[in-house]
């Protein structure tokens, strides 16, 4: 081992430097913390977080060793990561580690056709979800005179829906899953404006924004336990898409799946609005809300 | 058994049990406070081994051995204030968790070093978690070569090895996620 070595040679360094006097009339070199035993380093990896864990992998075999140690993962794992399991990744392989399991639920799944997406927040484990705008029911979407679904990589799905114009705004959406225990944020995310790439450049054409500063856009979620939240606001051009906060929601038995109902509407017919360009709906650990809020 | 949550000095009457540190140093300790040294109380459980014999830790210095006996005298007598009574319990803990933010909170990297090889050769289970705790505070952020440093850690890979890692690690670090 390199530290007992420069010990006998070249005296305590790094080492006891407190200890002056046993340290030089002992005959053993002093262990270093690179003697540790792998169980001992895997009881320090518990308390880091998972990008940290993979990060101090890299040290050496015997940290390497201990970033696969089971129990590591299991303390970063939601508590029904089973159930989870079976739900995004389908059967896996008996032997696979917790580690592997952890990573392959970090990854953005796919579920329902592809109209969702299911991962683990690396750092902390806590379950997030993204619906399509094709996963949600659009009142006139078959309409091309309203809304049409343009192709963008500015979408994690690849494509987002842009409405024209309409009278009757509503877009409704409806999820089952078992969110583990927590509590969850709900976001649409929208942009004011049609986006496009001109000459490799991103573009956003405001020309046919209009309506959104009349009457305020509601949004709304309610649970299938009996909670409910709502909110309300006017929708602005600022050029990005932006997380529009409909509310939070609470999971206190992982057990059972969650089902949540949202929409987002403005049915005032006495204006039509449109130039909107629809992504997506998001549920994210609530922990994160103020960052999201800030896009 | 020993006189829990009574006075502390070892030179009051009631079982004790002598340890050695590396460097020869003796210490007498209350039997009780021995036994939180999973180590000591295996050497113990060995039929014939009388309670006169001098433990040898060869593997701690005494320097740690005194903090190690320090910490577990103030972990048993916490231990006993605690009961059914939750705010006593309650109190009881907070002492506990500032006597251990206390005893971390002195130590330099090195002290910390030699305090987790003692409570885990010791086999101390609460001490090793708050020093590994402890640790990881100090770790956490920093960076491979400084984590290197501070655990004075070679680094036995091959090339290969470690460009395998390296890649069995990367989904941590790429970016999935909203925030």
Not at chain 1, 5 to 34: A, C, E, H
Not at chain 1, 238 to 249: A, L
Not at chain 2, 113 to 128: S, T, V
Request: with cysteine; hydrophobic share 35%.
């Amino acid at each position: 081992m390199g530290a007992s070595f420069s010990v006998l040679f070249l005296g305590p360094i790094g080492l006891n430097g407190s200890n002056g006097s046993s340290g030089s009339s002992s005959l053993q070199p002093k262990p270093s913390l690179g003697d540790l035993p792998e169980s001992c380093v895997a009881l320090l990896l518990v308390y880091l977080d998972p990008p940290e864990i993979c990060k101090l992998a890299r040290l050496n075999r015997a940290f390497r060793g201990a970033s696969l140690a089971d129990f590591v993962w299991e303390s970063k794992l939601p508590s029904n990561y089973e159930v989870l399991v079976r739900e995004v990744l389908g059967e896996l392989p008996e032997n696979l580690g917790k580690r592997e399991i952890y990573a392959r639920l970090c990854r953005a799944n796919s579920l329902d056709g592809g109209t969702k997406k299911v991962w683990l927040h690396k750092s902390t484990g806590d379950v997030c979800m993204s619906i399509a705008s094709k996963g949600l029911a659009i009142t006139g979407i078959d309409d091309r005179r309203y809304w049409n679904h343009i192709p963008t990589d500015e979408s994690r799905f690849c494509s987002v829906a842009y409405l024209q114009q309409i009278w009757w705004f509503e877009v409704d959406g409806e999820v089952e899953f078992p969110f583990p225990m927590g509590t969850y944020s709900l976001f649409f995310r929208l942009q004011l404006g049609r986006a496009s790439k001109r000459f490799g450049r991103q573009i956003c054409n405001t020309e046919h924004v209009h309506g959104w500063d009349i009457k305020p856009v509601q949004f709304q979620l309610w649970t299938s336990d009996g909670q409910h939240a709502a909110s309300k606001c006017f929708l602005s051009v600022s050029g990005k898409w932006n997380y529009y906060h409909v509310g939070d929601f609470v999971v206190d038995n992982s057990n059972l799946a969650t089902k949540i109902k949202f929409s987002m509407t403005q049915i005032d017919c006495t204006h039509t609005k449109g130039g909107l360009c629809l992504d997506s709906v998001l549920i994210y650990p609530s922990e994160f809300k103020e960052r999201l809020k800030r896009f | 058994m020993a006189n829990n949550g009574e006075n502390p000095s070892p030179d009051v009457g009631g079982k004790t049990v002598k340890l050695k540190a590396d460097d020869g140093e003796i210490f007498e300790v209350e039997e009780a406070v021995a036994m939180e040294l999973q180590t000591v109380k295996s050497f113990f459980d060995d039929d014939g081994v009388s309670y006169d014999t001098v433990v040898p830790l060869l593997n701690v210095s005494s320097t740690a051995l005194a903090k190690v006996i320090q910490y577990c005298r103030r972990a048993v007598e916490l231990r006993a204030k605690s009961g059914d009574d939750e705010g006593a319990n309650e109190k009881a803990r907070e002492e506990r968790e500032g006597l251990e933010a206390e005893l971390v909170r002195e130590e330099s990297d090195e002290g910390i070093k030699e305090l987790i090889l003692a409570a885990n050769y010791l086999n101390i289970k609460d001490m090793l978690s708050f020093l590994c705790r402890a640790v990881g505070d100090r770790i956490k952020n920093k960076s491979v070569e400084y984590v290197r440093r501070f655990f004075v850690l070679e680094n036995d890979f091959s090339p290969e090895e470690e460009e395998r890692t390296r890649n069995e690690v990367a989904w941590a670090f790429e970016g999935v996620d909203a925030d």
